[in-house]
Each structure stands twice: as structure tokens, then as C-alpha cells.
């Protein structure tokens, strides 16, 4: 029903223009990290000589490899890099699939069960879409460091898991299944627990595909939260990490390391999205429904 | 929004909804409520003494000139990040529907500032424009522009409008081009047959019909514009140049971490909560009416 | 239209839509073209309509070629199978549409509209949307929208295909009367035999992107020009026997048929019979076709009787007012010779 072979005559002669434009729009997404990839290959010095050449250098690997190996050493003593992506990638698996679970065992809860003060707490649930954590931030922490989590995964990531962003997208798509299924499991002999492993997560597989792409770059992308809630630098994930290294982005700073460690944080999410495409198109576009 | 075919149990449900209840309870509701009733408090930063004064820190905040600058700072913030966001975003989706061939690569690669951290957008841009070393700094100069973001305001502003809006294309980018593969090819060729050109085609029939995703785009952008950028701004100028781009959002970190007025941050929390509650239902009010299609 | 060859892609490989399709509809006439899905009926209307590109030959409405002309400047006005009509217009301005373009002037428009409107039963719903009408009702406003344009060309593409049985008759009938007072000339594209033999005056029957028969109704009728043809129009389905033809022999399988008049020629030839055109036949053995009675479907009106003569099954339409074969009966068939029908067994064309 989409795009058909045959708008041919509809668009005569608007697609060399259409692919200008396209092309000019892949131009300005890609030159930021483009030159990012070039500064990562050179030396300070041939960033501080401005302009800075547009070709890369030779000193990619070298680059690279320190970064990784032994962060940045500047007013701000970073730790290796892969320690930061290390906790970045932890942070954000334990978001993404924390919220999966959470919200999908609640999700199916609210649709396929009826009990008193379901409606109440459907929407104390979809409230919590509307407050982002930068809104409640100072009493967050409060609480967190009363429960003592300080500097610790649970507090990096149990507030992050507190918005409801799964349960009501499930709950849309739970509404979707067929009556005829339940009743078919029901003379099956199928209990809700039964029915929930064997046919409702099998076809949610769609949605838990995109909400993990979306949820993993959530977790991964934070920086308030992770910022205040620790104040060990070995726990510091590579997002706050990058905005640390630069200082108050005076030239000084060895802006070479920066950017290949800004390459590396935006690799995993980036090849996650890529990879995961469809599905979290797909999933992206149904969650506003 | 109801299922006509329900389990019988009744003790299940509320265990499956447990593990969401306590976490949003301790972490969402608990905090929340703190923060309403912090703003009523004056208290002073090491919580030695504790002042109910019901609405005197809404009275001082609304009363502060500076708070009413970064009111207005923000509204700029917002309206020019959007706009910068959609309008492109719009024209590449039009014209990513028309290619059919090499669409899917396209899509996948406008996609790609989605996955980065506005902290990340922020470094990046801040790192093209810096006033020595940046590319794009030394073309402006070049150029005969002068750029200066740690001295100049404005530039500063430009320098995270910029950086947000750039991240934000790719979302609606996705958004309009799902919204406009919606649009039944049939109606086009009705319009087409009934004497309209392309141009024409677009203002009367595809673009009142987008109008849907336009709203939800625009809430969602403005959503954005007032709280995501958090991380942009703290990376790119940490507010400043003085205040130049202190943003609402900033401006509670800021007096809450680094002033430690607790008071006033609160009750500047709790404006911008109504703000975000006002903005989302809107939303939800409007979609319920959505246009349908024949 | 005359010679059209429609090819999507290019280079080797690339698969021929229309493989060539010559017809001139008169001035007024309302020609329905009909084919199974895939015969490339849709995209015939279409490349008349634009929306598809021409790749060998011309189309020309009136005096003009029209295969480099936009849609917008045809002068057409074409009915969509699903209305295509525009969801956040109501139905007034979803009339009025094409006529702003055009830029008439408000009067005229709310005239033209009104009248179109009358003449659909429409006046009621002006101030609706699409969203609130039924398909029928919607039906209605896609072809009020055609009829305000005045256009020189309508174009319906299967525009009954998504109504219920009961509105199809309804409307058909409507598409007549409708015909019959404009006198525009219309290309009507149904995969429906039925509809076809009704609303048209003459019929494009199509197969595989190759036009098999341009005629009218009775024309194809009787005197199909292909064996697609044959086993097309018409229900239930001519009788189509393949065998060795030999002067008045003709052999199908174990049996041999006598036949009332001699075949066109010798040799392998296929043999149409129409089941409603075996007008005499008796129980018992005869001097004529010899049929066993293996099973018998009642219709109400009539009675289906099927057997087999030699290999191939017969169906013969029994009348309800005679007496009715009892299965297992052999039945003795009279065929008069202006009931035949030869075809090439190879081409499938007609034999004469």
C-alpha cells in the first residue's frame, strides 16, 4: 500500500532533486563524526594548527589504543576507556532489560486481568511519563543516598528503571491478541502464567526487539543522573567521561584522544540501531499510538 | 481500551504489577512528592533549619530577573531548536518517500544521531566550532564572521541550538516518513487526476494529513528542547557564558547543586512539572481526536 | 489506444506487462474491460489515466496524444476501487475539489456540485466526511466527483469490488442510468464476467496483458474468440472438449461423437459447447451424444447435470420445468449444429 512501483509518472523529473536533497542531509549528519574520525587519527598539534586537515592521519590506532588502554590524563585523571564503555554497557543492559521485565509483567497485568484500582493504577503508571528524571532530580537524590546506593549500579540505574515507557506500549499491543487465543489456551487448560510464556511472549517478540533498541540507547545516552550519582571516577560511564575530559573545552586538552574516545561511545548504540532497524523503526513509530 | 476476554484470578494481577509499583513508588512518586513539598520549605543547605513557607519560593522565583530571563531564554531555545528539527526533518522525509530505490541505506543512515548522547552531540559540535581549533570556526572567520561561543552569548546560544537540533532531525525524520507512507498512494493519484500538481498536492492534501505526527512531533520536540538538552548545555558552556545559555532545566541543576538554594530549585522543578504535564496532555487530548482515513 | 507494450524494468529479464492492446472506443460509449487478476486490466486504465508510464505505442483521448501528458491536464475523471477520497474534506469539498483548481467561480462550482449531488442521492450528506459515510454511500461521492469534473474520459477501476452483494446490483444499475443521461465516454475495469456483460457496450476481454476479444457482449457471447474467452464469459463455464476431428467424427478419448455438421477441418481441434445449449435430450439410448449421469447440482431455476463424454466432464443446464435426470441415467444428447464452437487446439483461437 506504500511506496508502489508504479508513481513513476507522479514524480518525473523530482528525483534528481530528491536525491540531492537526501544526499545533502546524509552530509550534514555525517560531517560532525566524520570529523571526529579525522581528529582521532592525528596529534594534538595538528588539531591546534587550524585548520585542522580534512584527511585522517596516520595516528588512528595509536590513538585508539591509549584511549582504551589508559584514558585520558589531564586536569581530569580519566580511567582506561574500556573501563568506561564497560560501565556504560552494563548501565544500560540492566535499564533496558529491568524496564523490559518490569513493564511487561505489569502490561500484562493491566490487560488481561480486571481488578479494583486497575484504572488508578493505570495512570499513576502513564504519570510517570511525563516527569523525566531532570525534573525531580535533587529529592531522587536524596532518596538514593538515604538507601545508601550511592556509587553503585543499583542506584546508577534503579530511578532510570522508574518510568513506565514499556508498560504502555505492551498494554497497547496486549489489547491487540485475538479473544479467540485466550479462550483456545483457557479450553487448553492453559492458566494466565502458562499462557503469558507460551503464547504472549512468543508475539511480543517484535516489540521486545525495538524496546530493547530504544531502552539500551535510553540507558546508554544518560548523563545527569550518572553525573551526580557517583562520585568514584572508576564508576563513571563513557558519556559523562567525554564531557569531563573536555574541561571547559579550552585547547589544551588532547582533543585527538577526545574524539576517538567519542568514536568509541557512539559505536555500540549506533550498530545497535543499525543492526536493529526494522524492528525499532517499527517499534518506535507503534510506542506513540 | 478494554479486553472483553479477562483471566479469572484475581491475587495474580497485583504481584505482576508489584515489581513496577515499588520501584515507581520509591523512585518516581516518593522523590516527586519531595520535590512538591521542598518547594514550600526554605531551608537552608545543610538542613539544619527547615522553614514551611507555603508559596514564597514560587513568589521569589517568578519575581527573580533572572529567572524570568531564562524563562524567556528557553522559550527561544525551544522554538528555534524545533523549528530547526522539523523543518528539515519534513523535507528529507518527503523526499526519502519519493527514492524508492537505496531507501532503506538512506534511512539507516539518518538515523544515526539518534543513537548519540546529546551530551556527545554537544562535545562534537563544540569541538567543530571551538574558536581556535574548530573547522567550521576557522571557515566562519574566513568567512569574515566573528565567532566567539565562550565570549559571546549568542554565538554560545547558536552553538547549542545547533548541536540539539542536530540530533533531533533524525527522530523526526523517522516520524514523518512513517506518517507520510500512511498516506494511501490512491489519494495522490485522485488529486493528480483531479487537476492538482505536485505542490499543490503537498499543501492541500498530504500536509493537513500529517498534521497529526506534526503535532506529536512538536510536543515531543518541545519535551526535548526543555530537558534533554540538559546534556548539551552542561557539555557545550555549562550555562554560561554568563547565563547566555541557562535554560530552565539548567538553571534548577544549577541553583540546587552548585547554589544550593533547595528551595528554589524545588519550586522551580514543580513549574517546569506543570509545564510538562500541561504539554503532555494536550497531546493526549488531541490524538483522541486524530483524522481518520476513509 | 493502439498498440501498447508496457515493460516494468529494463535490460534482461524485465517482464512485459501489456504485450499489445489496440482498441478505439467511439465517442460515448462505455466499454468495460474485463479480465482475472494479473491480466494487466488495471494497468491498462491506468497508463490512460498516467499514473503508469507508456514504454511502445500511443494512447489519444480525442484529437490528442496524450502518453507525455500529466494526469492533472487530461481532462479525465476516474472512480478508485477503494474511493480514494480525501479524509479531512467532507464530501462538499471533496466534490469541489477539482473544480477550484480549475478555478471556477463559486457559484458554478456549488451548482455543479449540488446537481451531482441530487442525482446521487447525495444532498443529504454534503456537510459529512468520508469518515462518516457508509461504502456505498462513499461510492457515491468518488463518482459525484467524477461527474462534476465533466471530464471527456471517465475511468472506473473496479469500483464495485468492495461493496456487498446487494449494493453491486444496486449500483450497477445506477452506473447505467447514469451513463444513459451523460453519454460520457467511460473505460469500466472489472474482473466480474457479470458486470461486464451488463454495463457494457462493447468489452475488452483481456488474458496475460494480450487484449483476446474486443466486442460487444453478444458478440462475445456467441462468438468467442478464443477458448480464454469462452471459458470466461458465461456462467457456468462453456464446455471446452479437446479431440481428433474427422469430417463429422469427432473422437474424444474412448468415445465418438457424431456431430450435426462437419468440423472446419481435420486434425486435433477443441470442441465448445455451452451447457445451456443442449436443447434436446431424452433418457435412453439415441442417435446423438451419449452421456451417463454421474451427479446432478439443484439451483432452484434450473438443474446442473454433470458426466463425462470420453475423458472430459460435461456439464449440461437442465430447465427445472422437465422432468429431471435420475443419477446413473443415460441420457441421449441432441445438439443443433449453430451451438458449436471450434477452436485451435494449439492457439486456443477460433476455428471458423
Not at chain 2, 526519502?96 to 538512506?106: E, L, M, P, S
Not at chain 2, 540538559?230 to 547566555?244: E, H, R
Amino acid at each position: 500500500m506504500s511506496a508502489s512501483h508504479n508513481s513513476a509518472p507522479l514524480q518525473s523529473g523530482v528525483n534528481w532533486l530528491a536525491h540531492g536533497v537526501l544526499w545533502l542531509g546524509i552530509a550534514i549528519t555525517a560531517f560532525p563524526l566524520y570529523i571526529a574520525f579525522v581528529a582521532s587519527s592525528l596529534t594534538p598539534q595538528d588539531i591546534a594548527q587550524a585548520p585542522m586537515p580534512l584527511w585522517p592521519g596516520p595516528h588512528l590506532l595509536d590513538n585508539y589504543r591509549q584511549t582504551l588502554i589508559q584514558g585520558l590524563k589531564g586536569t581530569y585523571l580519566s580511567p582506561p576507556v574500556w573501563l568506561m564503555l564497560w560501565n556504560s554497557l552494563l548501565m544500560a543492559l540492566i535499564i533496558a532489560g529491568g524496564k523490559i521485565v518490569v513493564s511487561i509483567l505489569s502490561a500484562y497485568a493491566l490487560a488481561f486481568f480486571r481488578f479494583p484500582g486497575r484504572n488508578v493504577l493505570f495512570w499513576m503508571i502513564f504519570l510517570t511519563l511525563m516527569l523525566p528524571v531532570e525534573v525531580r532530580i535533587l529529592p531522587t537524590y536524596e532518596v538514593v543516598s538515604d538507601l545508601g546506593l550511592i556509587n553503585s549500579m543499583a542506584g546508577l540505574t534503579l530511578p532510570l528503571i522508574a518510568s513506565a515507557t514499556g508498560t504502555l506500549l505492551f498494554r497497547q499491543f496486549f489489547l491487540t491478541i485475538p479473544d479467540e487465543l485466550v479462550e483456545a489456551a483457557r479450553m487448553d487448560g492453559a492458566g494466565p502464567l502458562r499462557f503469558f510464556k507460551d503464547v504472549v511472549l512468543p508475539l511480543s517478540a517484535t516489540n521486545i526487539a525495538a524496546l530493547t533498541v530504544i531502552l539500551f540507547i535510553f540507558g546508554w545516552n544518560q548523563y545527569l543522573w550518572p553525573l551526580l550519582i557517583t562520585t568514584d571516577n572508576r564508576l563513571d560511564t563513557i558519556v559523562v567521561g567525554i564531557t569531563k575530559m573536555i574541561g571547559s573545552g579550552d585547547a589544551a586538552t588532547d582533543w585527538n584522544l577526545v574524539m576517538a574516545t567519542t568514536l568509541l561511545a557512539v559505536l555500540p548504540p549506533v550498530l545497535v540501531v543499525v543492526l536493529m532497524r526494522r524492528w525499532f523503526v517499527k517499534g518506535l513509530v507503534d510506542s506513540e499510538k | 481500551m478494554q479486553r472483553k476476554v479477562v483471566f479469572p484470578q484475581k491475587g495474580l494481577p497485583y504481584w505482576l504489577l508489584a515489581p513496577q509499583l515499588a520501584i515507581t513508588l520509591v523512585f518516581f512518586f516518593w522523590p516527586g512528592g519531595q520535590a512538591m513539598y521542598m518547594s514550600l520549605l526554605l531551608q537552608d543547605p545543610f538542613g539544619h533549619s527547615v522553614q514551611f513557607v507555603g508559596l514564597e519560593n514560587f513568589r521569589l522565583v517568578f519575581a527573580d530577573e533572572d529567572y524570568l530571563q531564562a524563562v524567556w531564554r528557553t522559550a527561544y531555545f525551544s522554538l528555534a531548536v524545533t523549528v530547526l528539527a522539523m523543518v528539515p526533518g519534513l523535507a528529507l522525509a518527503v523526499m526519502a518517500d519519493r527514492v524508492i530505490k537505496g531507501g532503506t541505506a538512506y534511512t539507516t543512515a539518518m538515523l544515526v544521531p539518534y543513537a548519540i548522547a546529546p551530551a556527545v552531540a554537544g562535545v562534537l559540535w563544540l569541538f567543530m566550532l571551538n574558536p581556535s581549533i574548530g573547522v567550521l570556526a576557522w571557515w566562519l572567520k574566513h568567512a569574515g564572521v566573528a565567532w566567539n561561543p565562550t565570549l559571546d552569548g549568542s554565538d554560545a546560544m547558536w552553538l547549542v541550538i545547533l548541536a540539539s537540533a542536530w540530533k533531533q532531525v533524525a527522530y523526526n525524520f523517522l516520524f514523518f516518513l512513517a506518517g507520510l507512507q500512511a498516506i494511501p498512494k490512491s489519494l495522490l493519484e485522485a488529486a493528480a487526476i483531479d487537476g492538482a500538481r505536485p505542490f499543490r498536492r503537498f499543501y492541500t492534501i498530504v500536509f493537513p494529513l500529517l498534521s497529526p505526527t506534526t503535532f506529536f512531533l512538536l510536543v515531543v520536540g518541545l519535551v526535548y528542547a526543555f530537558f534533554d538538552t540538559f546534556g548539551v548545555i552542561d557539555a557545550v558552556s555549562q550555562g554560561g557564558p554568563a547565563s547566555a545559555t541557562e535554560t530552565l532545566v539548567y538553571k534548577v541543576y544549577k541553583d540546587g547543586i552548585h547554589s544550593l538554594d533547595l528551595g528554589g530549585s524545588a519550586a522551580q522543578s514543580v513549574v517546569l512539572m506543570v509545564i510538562v504535564v500541561a504539554l503532555t496532555m494536550i497531546q493526549f487530548r488531541f490524538i483522541e481526536r486524530r483524522v481518520h482515513y476513509s | 489506444m493502439s498498440n501498447l507494450v508496457k515493460v516494468y524494468g529494463s535490460g534482461a529479464g524485465a517482464v512485459p506487462v501489456i504485450h499489445g492492446v489496440s482498441a478505439e472506443v467511439a465517442d460515448g460509449e462505455f466499454v468495460v474491460i474485463v479480465g482475472p487478476s494479473g491480466c494487466g486490466k488495471s494497468t491498462l486504465l491506468r497508463m490512460v489515466a498516467g499514473l503508469e508510464s507508456v514504454s511502445g505505442g500511443k494512447i489519444a483521448i480525442g484529437a490528442h496524444v496524450v502518453n507525455n501528458v500529466d494526469p492533472s491536464e487530461r481532462d479525465i475523471a476516474m472512480v478508485f476501487q477503494n474511493y480514494a477520497l480525501y479524509p479531512h474534506f467532507n464530501v462538499f469539498d471533496n466534490m469541489a475539489y477539482g473544480l477550484r483548481i480549475r478555478k471556477l467561480p463559486a457559484h458554478e462550482i456549488k451548482a455543479r456540485v449540488e446537481k451531482a449531488a441530487k442525482m446521487l442521492e447525495l444532498s443529504h450528506l454534503l456537510e459529512r466526511k468520508p469518515g462518516q459515510l457508509s461504502g456505498g454511500q462513499r461510492q457515491r461521492v468518488a463518482m459525484g466527483r467524477a461527474i462534476v469534473r465533466s471530464p471527456q474520459v471517465f475511468l472506473f477501476d473496479e469500483p464495485l469490488s468492495n461493496l456487498d452483494a446487494k449494493l453491486r446490483a444496486q449500483t450497477r444499475l445506477e452506473i447505467r442510468k447514469l451513463h444513459a443521461e451523460l453519454g460520457v465516454t467511460s473505460l469500466f475495469v472489472t474482473h466480474d464476467q457479470v458486470e461486464a456483460m451488463t454495463l457494457a457496450q462493447r468489452m475488452i476481454v483481456m488474458n496475460a496483458g494480450l487484449m483476446e476479444q474486443f466486442g460487444t457482449p453478444e458478440e462475445v457471447y456467441a462468438r468467442p474468440a478464443s477458448t480464454f474467452v469462452a471459458g470466461f464469459i458465461g456462467s457456468p463455464p462453456m464446455n471446452l472438449m479437446p479431440g481428433l476431428a474427422d469430417g463429422s467424427r469427432f473422437t474424444l478419448g474412448s468415445q465418438v461423437l457424431t456431430l450435426p455438421s462437419a468440423a472446419p477441418r481435420s486434425g486435433e481441434l477443441i470442441l465448445g459447447l455451452r451447457p445451456e445449449h443442449v436443447t434436446h435430450w431424452t433418457v435412453g439410448q439415441g442417435g446423438g451424444w451419449s452421456l451417463k449421469v454421474e451427479m446432478i447440482e439443484m439451483l432452484g431455476a434450473e438443474r446442473l447435470v454433470y458426466g463425462h463424454l470420453g475423458t472430459q466432464v460435461f456439464t449440461l443446464r437442465v430447465d427445472a420445468t422437465h422432468v429431471p435426470p435420475k443419477v446413473g441415467d443415460l441420457l441421449n444428447l441432441q445438439i443443433e449444429p449453430r451451438h458449436l464452437h471450434w477452436f485451435d487446439s494449439k492457439t486456443g483461437k477460433r476455428v471458423d
